[in-house]
């Protein structure tokens, strides 16, 4: 969420204060309704554990993966034209192949 490292350490009003800019400003733009957009991922989220090969098992890396995959599809359909969704996607699911390649 933040763009450049800060020279001195900030305090928890000061990081606060900068998360409601960028989720209020530039994020609203970017990727939409925050209401629409957590739903969508919700949505995605909630389908994913539906159809996971073993649903009893704890998330694992792999899980992870998947899930932030998921986020950025969702934010495809909400929000501005964003293309590091798309490449961030492709990212994710890289990772996610090659922890299950390890895996195995």
Same mark, same amino acid.
Request: charged share 20%; aromatic share 6%; net charge neutral.
């Given at each position: 969420?933040?763009?450049?490292?800060?020279?001195?350490?900030?305090?928890?009003?000061?990081?606060?204060?900068?998360?409601?800019?960028?989720?209020?400003?530039? @994020?609203?733009?970017?990727?939409?309704?925050? /209401?629409?957009?957590?739903?969508?991922?919700? $949505?995605?989220?909630?389908?994913? /554990?539906?159809? @996971? @090969?073993?649903? $009893?098992?704890?998330?694992?890396?792999?899980?992870?993966?998947?899930?932030?995959?998921? /986020?950025?599809?969702? @934010? $495809?359909?909400?929000?501005?034209?964003?293309?590091?969704?798309?490449?961030?996607?492709?990212?994710?699911?890289?990772?996610?192949?090659?922890?299950?390649?390890?895996?195995?």
């Amino acid at each position: 969420m933040s763009d450049a490292m800060p020279s001195k350490p900030l305090d928890a009003c000061q990081i606060s204060f900068r998360a409601s800019q960028l989720v209020n400003g530039d @994020r609203a733009q970017q990727h939409g309704d925050k /209401l629409q957009n957590h739903q969508n991922i919700a $949505t995605l989220w909630n389908a994913y /554990l539906k159809i @996971r @090969r073993d649903p $009893t098992s704890p998330l694992d890396a792999h899980d992870a993966a998947i899930f932030q995959a998921l /986020l950025k599809i969702a @934010r $495809t359909q909400s929000g501005n034209h964003n293309v590091d969704d798309y490449v961030d996607g492709a990212g994710y699911l890289a990772l996610a192949g090659e922890i299950a390649e390890r895996s195995k």
